[in-house]
């Protein structure tokens, strides 16, 4: 594969005339790392390279580059190609709370808000906070005589399909939501922009070590980028590498979505759905999520299986049934969201990270100094990239990560074919 620098169609994301009166809750704001080297005056900045382009490997470049490092990102397809341009971009600050995920989700939630702040991201990205509700829906109330919608308060105005069981599960202080792909190429176009940043689209071959440290990764069509430190950010791809294979397993769930266009966007809240879904003639219930976009679009996404994660992120295609479904859902949820109604821009799947423990896999690579990985968030990847990003950067730069404490995380946890 012939390896270049990012495209600017890349580089510079275009703006979609988002306002900018996103509300910000009392949550406490992690500023990012000031743009103040960790590397003294007069010395020369550590060479990190970050294989892999999804939102935890560009928030890990940014974060570095920010810290002073010099960065180069390697991508194989394109940046924010996979889970990280395809996620739904929901964001909750205390949702995680009572797990292993718990302290890292907080402060990337925080971090999130800092962010938008720095780059504009009500405009550039679609950030925002809106409120958050669980409905019920039922597929025979809907077909059955006589049935109403709901004229319940709590249930916004577009939600015009029969439905109970309305709860506030979120509010303006503790959930978000932003256009996944568009924060992920945002983040890197200013990691590029304003602290120099290296992309090169090619292929990573192999990882070299010499004498227990990391010295260079190469990359297929014979180029070798050397290294002080390399930061392994691949995915569901991880176990392609047997240098981390030999470790842990990351596997891949397959997740679908559909993202509509309706004709009257306005009518469209900023509430995000959560949904406990009964088919009809007694189907498997199913738990759907909604999530309207300040672009105008509406993002459904559900229908999740394990899967074999392809070789090519670009060739992954949604199952034509899980499509189906989602489609019903849809106007099962809002005559706004029916065909005719509303156009289908985009019928897709994803496959996200998934460890053996449900635990991220975050830390240097046993027996490999300045190898480090970071892997495994599952469903809250965009949630969880920021706080992700900075720690790793602290991590490789500091010796240390001070945003979040990371022992939880580590990859020397699966020494011995067991969790430590």
Excluded at 2 to 23: D, E
Excluded at 162 to 177: D, E, H, K, L
Excluded at 237 to 249: G, N, T, V
Excluded at 258 to 279: C, G, M, N, Q, R
Aim: glycine residues 10%; hydrophobic residues 35%; contains cysteine.
């Amino acid at each position: 594969m012939t390896v270049r620098s990012l495209s600017p169609s890349v580089a510079h994301p275009p703006s979609f005339g988002i306002s900018r009166n996103s509300r910000i809750s009392a949550v406490t704001l992690i500023r990012s790392s000031s743009s103040a080297s960790s590397t003294m005056e007069g010395q020369q900045p550590k060479r990190v390279v970050v294989c892999g382009g999804g939102v935890i490997g560009v928030c890990t470049a940014y974060f570095l580059a920010k810290k002073g490092a010099a960065v180069t990102l390697i991508e194989k397809s394109s940046v924010a190609c996979a889970a990280s341009g395809k996620a739904g971009g929901f964001l909750a600050f205390d949702w995680c709370d009572g797990g292993a995920v718990s302290k890292l989700a907080r402060a990337s939630f925080n971090l999130h808000r800092s962010l938008a702040q720095e780059l504009d991201g009500p405009r550039s990205y679609g950030y925002r906070p809106l409120d958050t509700i669980s409905l019920s829906i039922n597929e025979e109330q809907r077909h059955s005589a006589g049935s109403t919608p709901s004229s319940n308060p709590a249930i916004p105005s577009w939600v015009d399909r029969p439905c109970r069981n309305p709860r506030t599960i979120g509010t303006t202080a503790t959930t978000a939501q932003v256009h996944p792909q568009l924060f992920t190429r945002t983040l890197l176009s200013a990691a590029v922009d304003k602290h120099g940043v290296e992309v090169v689209i090619g292929k990573m071959e192999s990882v070299e070590v010499e004498g227990g440290r990391v010295v260079s990764v190469a990359l297929q069509g014979g180029r070798v980028v050397g290294a002080e430190a390399v930061v392994l950010t691949l995915g569901p791809w991880s176990s392609r590498l047997p240098l981390l294979s030999s470790l842990f397993r990351v596997s891949g769930l397959k997740a679908h979505s559909i993202v509509l266009e309706p004709k009257e966007p306005d009518a469209i809240t900023p509430h995000a759905l959560f949904l406990s879904y009964y088919p009809s003639h007694g189907g498997e219930p199913m738990d759907p999520e909604v999530y309207p976009r300040p672009t105008g679009e509406v993002y459904i996404c559900g229908m999740s299986a394990d899967a074999e994660v392809p070789d090519d992120p670009e060739s992954i295609v949604g199952d034509p049934e899980s499509i189906r479904t989602l489609k019903r859902v849809a106007g099962n949820v809002s005559s706004h969201l029916v065909e005719g109604e509303a156009r289908v821009k985009a019928e897709q799947a994803c496959f996200l990270p998934c460890t053996d423990d449900g635990v991220p896999i975050i830390g240097e690579v046993p027996g490999v100094k300045g190898c480090y990985v970071a892997t495994g968030h599952s469903c809250w990847g965009i949630l969880n990239g920021p706080a992700t990003g900075a720690a790793v950067a602290e991590l490789v730069l500091d010796g240390c990560a001070s945003i979040v404490d990371l022992t939880v995380f580590s990859p020397s946890r699966f020494v011995g074919g067991r969790r430590r």
